[in-house]
Nanobody, 121 residues
Framework: QVRLVESGGGLVQPGGSLRLSCASS????????MAWYRQAPGKQRELVAG???????NYADSVKGRFTISRDNAKNTVYLQLNSLKPEDTAVYYC???????????????WGQGTQVTVSS
C-alpha cells in the first residue's frame, strides 16, 4: 500500500508564494519520476513540473521561471515552490509518483488527493 499526501495549499494574493509538499509512504522500494499536475475548474489536468530520480527537471511553459520542483529522496518527498503567483494558477494541485513496491514488478503511478491553490486579491 502506497500513500501520497500533499500539503501547503491555500489562498494567496497575486504575486505571492506558496510551497507545496508531497510525502510518499508505504511499501516503497524505489521512486522513479515525481511530478506535480494541476486541474482548474472546467479544464483538463495538466502537467506543471516533473523531476527524475536523478534530479532532471521539466516545466510547463506557463510556469517556467516562477515555479521550482525539487525532491528529497531520503524523505520520499517532492516539493513545488510557487512564486509570482497569478490568478490563472488557481487550481487543485496533485502530486504523482512512479513507484516500485517490489524489485520484481513494474513500477506504477500513484496520486495524491490534491491540494487547493487559490490566487485572488
Amino acid at each position: 500500500q502506497v500513500r501520497l499526501v500533499e500539503s501547503g495549499g491555500g489562498l494567496v494574493q497575486p504575486g505571492g508564494s506558496l510551497r507545496l509538499s508531497c510525502a510518499s509512504s508505504g511499501s516503497i522500494v524505489r521512486i522513479n519520476a515525481m511530478a506535480w499536475y494541476r486541474q482548474a475548474p472546467g479544464k483538463q489536468r495538466e502537467l506543471v513540473a516533473g523531476i527524475s530520480s536523478g534530479g532532471i527537471t521539466n516545466y510547463a511553459d506557463s510556469v517556467k521561471g516562477r515555479f521550482t520542483i525539487s525532491r528529497d529522496n531520503a524523505k520520499n518527498t517532492v516539493y513545488l515552490q510557487l512564486n509570482s503567483l497569478k490568478p490563472e494558477d488557481t487550481a487543485v494541485y496533485y502530486c504523482n509518483a512512479n513507484i516500485h513496491t517490489t524489485w520484481v514488478t513494474p513500477a506504477s503511478d500513484y496520486w495524491g488527493q490534491g491540494t487547493q491553490v487559490t490566487v485572488s486579491s
